[in-house]
Every structure is written in structure tokens, then in C-alpha cells.
């Protein structure tokens, strides 16, 4: 065990041997962190929280009430092998959220990046990979090997299909069910969700140039209004990339997607 001094932790919370907890890491009342954990500087964890698996986490993180991070993921197909969750640093989880583990079948770790906002009642599955600055309303979840790139967000009350892509600062509106990918900057809306254009008023859309945005305007409309098939969108995609540096991140997205993209 690696307590540092300047760590604290309630008395009737429970950290079993083998922890690494950080300076200034805070503990609250009847927490169970088990063996093989390690939290890094600064991160709260509230009360009756438990932590376990072969969890890391890193700085400044913000874990609510009741939640249940690292625990055993929910596929039949697992047998207790050591997989892993890796979430970094200045990540917000609300009460009574869930993050899984990976398996061996995907990426054999969850792995969650940085400044990510879950609200209360999360769930996120294994093998999900989660970029940076996303977001999550409450009681949403994302189902197993599920993408969801950086500034991507999920409204409320939302299920998203095991392996659908999010694309960069796509959004999903409260109670969507998506089942197939949805491209960057795309907003999608219903059951299940379908494209509603360009989020003209989000602020990552706001700060590009005018070049760019009509960039991605031009892309949605390949998409959605010309209904282009998928292989010429890659060829522009990829005839744009010396021109416009927004073209790696749909580069990225049609190379992770599989499952066809939402029409």
C-alpha cells in the first residue's frame, strides 16, 4: 500500500493493500477501494463509492456519490482476466454512475481521456474508448467497444449501440437510441436517431474559420443531401487533408466506423 500523508481517508471507508493514492486525494465515508488501484493527485471520491479492478486514475478527477468504477464488465464471455481502466485527469462523474472494465475480445482496457463531464447515473461499458471535453446527461449509457471522440455529446436518457462511433463534437439530443455511427460535428435526434444537420451554435463549430465550417458543410452535404456513397466521401476526406487539417478528424472517423453511419 501507497498512502500518501497528504491523502485522506475517512475511517469507516475500507483500502485494501496494494492502493496508491496521490496527495490530496480525499476519500469519503464508506468507500471500498480494492487492491490494485492506483488515484492520482487531487481526485474526490464520495461517499459509498466503490473502486476496484486494475483501476487507474489520474489527477483532480471529481467521482460522485454511490458510483461503481472498475468494476467486472457485463460480458458473458469474460473469465476474470486482468483487464484494465485507465481515465485521466480532471474528469467529472456524477452519482450512481458505472464504468466497466475492458475484455480480452476488445481493447482489454476502458480507457477514458481528460476534462469529461458524466452526469448522474452514467454507464459506461466495456471497452469504450472516450476521447476529451465530452459530455454525458444523466442515465445515459454506452454499451460495450462504443467510440466516442473528443467534444462529443450525449443528451439525456440516451442508449448508444455497443460499437456505434461518435464522431468529434457530434451530438446526440435527450432520449436518442443510436444504432449506427454518427459523422463529426453531425447532430442526431430520436429512436432511432436520424442526422439534423451542422451544431452551428456550439462553440467548437463557432471557433473555426469560415473555410473550415463550409468544409463540414460541404461533407454533410455529400452525406445527407447528394447521398454520396460512403467510398467517395473517404476520397475527398483524404484529397482534403493538405488543405484543411479538420479533414484527420473525419479521416479518423470513417476508419473507426463499422456499422454504417445513421442516414
Same mark, same amino acid.
Given at each position: 500500500?501507497? +498512502?500518501?500523508?497528504?491523502?485522506?481517508?475517512?475511517?469507516?471507508?475500507?483500502?485494501?493493500?496494494?492502493?496508491?493514492?496521490?496527495?490530496?486525494?480525499?476519500?469519503?465515508? $464508506?468507500?471500498?477501494?480494492?487492491?490494485?488501484?492506483?488515484?492520482?493527485?487531487?481526485? +474526490?471520491v464520495?461517499?459509498?463509492?466503490?473502486?476496484?479492478?486494475?483501476?487507474?486514475?489520474?489527477?483532480?478527477?471529481?467521482?460522485?456519490?454511490?458510483?461503481?468504477?472498475?468494476?467486472?464488465?457485463?460480458?458473458?464471455?469474460?473469465a476474470?482476466?486482468?483487464?484494465?481502466?485507465?481515465?485521466?485527469?480532471?474528469?467529472q462523474?456524477?452519482?450512481?454512475?458505472?464504468?466497466?472494465?475492458?475484455?480480452?475480445?476488445?481493447?482489454?482496457?476502458?480507457?477514458?481521456?481528460?476534462?469529461?463531464? $458524466?452526469?448522474?447515473?452514467?454507464?459506461?461499458?466495456?471497452?469504450?474508448?472516450?476521447?476529451?471535453a465530452?459530455?454525458?446527461?444523466?442515465?445515459?449509457?454506452l454499451?460495450?467497444?462504443?467510440?466516442?471522440?473528443?467534444g462529443?455529446?450525449?443528451?439525456?436518457?440516451?442508449?448508444?449501440?455497443?460499437?456505434?462511433?461518435?464522431?468529434?463534437?457530434?451530438?446526440?439530443?435527450?432520449?436518442?437510441?443510436?444504432?449506427?455511427?454518427?459523422?463529426? $460535428?453531425?447532430?442526431?435526434?430520436?429512436?432511432?436517431a436520424?442526422?439534423?444537420?451542422?451544431?452551428?451554435?456550439?462553440?467548437?463549430?463557432?471557433?473555426?474559420?469560415?473555410?473550415?465550417?463550409?468544409?463540414?458543410?460541404?461533407?454533410?452535404s455529400?452525406?445527407?443531401?447528394?447521398?454520396?456513397?460512403?467510398?467517395?466521401?473517404?476520397?475527398?476526406?483524404?484529397?482534403?487533408?493538405?488543405? $484543411?487539417a479538420?479533414?484527420?478528424?473525419?479521416?479518423?472517423?470513417?476508419?473507426?466506423?463499422?456499422?454504417?453511419?445513421?442516414?
Open positions: 500500500m501507497s +498512502i500518501s500523508p497528504l491523502a485522506r481517508v475517512a475511517s469507516n471507508s475500507v483500502v485494501e493493500p496494494g492502493v496508491v493514492l496521490g496527495a490530496h486525494v480525499n476519500i469519503g465515508p $464508506f468507500c471500498v477501494i480494492s487492491t490494485g488501484v492506483v488515484i492520482g493527485e487531487g481526485t +474526490i464520495g461517499s459509498h463509492s466503490v473502486i476496484n479492478g486494475l483501476t487507474t486514475i489520474g489527477r483532480d478527477n471529481t467521482i460522485g456519490q454511490f458510483a461503481s468504477i472498475g468494476e467486472v464488465n457485463q460480458d458473458l464471455k469474460y476474470n482476466e486482468p483487464t484494465t481502466l485507465v481515465i485521466g485527469d480532471r474528469n462523474i456524477g452519482n450512481k454512475s458505472t464504468i466497466h472494465r475492458g475484455t480480452i475480445q476488445g481493447h482489454s482496457t476502458t480507457r477514458i481521456g481528460d476534462d469529461n463531464r $458524466f452526469l448522474n447515473g452514467v454507464h459506461i461499458g466495456h471497452d469504450c474508448v472516450v476521447g476529451n465530452t459530455f454525458m446527461g444523466d442515465n445515459s449509457g454499451a460495450g467497444h462504443v467510440v466516442l471522440d473528443d462529443a455529446q450525449v443528451g439525456f436518457m440516451c442508449a448508444i449501440h455497443q460499437f456505434c462511433v461518435l464522431g468529434a463534437h457530434s451530438r446526440v439530443a435527450d432520449q436518442g437510441g443510436v444504432v449506427q455511427d454518427i459523422p463529426p $460535428f453531425v447532430m442526431a435526434d430520436g429512436n432511432h436520424r442526422p439534423t444537420g451542422i451544431d452551428v451554435n456550439a462553440r467548437t463549430f463557432m471557433a473555426l474559420d469560415t473555410r473550415q465550417q463550409d468544409f463540414v458543410h460541404s461533407l454533410y455529400m452525406l445527407y443531401q447528394q447521398s454520396l456513397p460512403i467510398d467517395e466521401v473517404k476520397i475527398a476526406v483524404k484529397a482534403s487533408l493538405s488543405d $484543411f479538420l479533414a484527420a478528424v473525419f479521416e479518423r472517423f470513417f476508419a473507426q466506423s463499422t456499422r454504417g453511419i445513421i442516414r
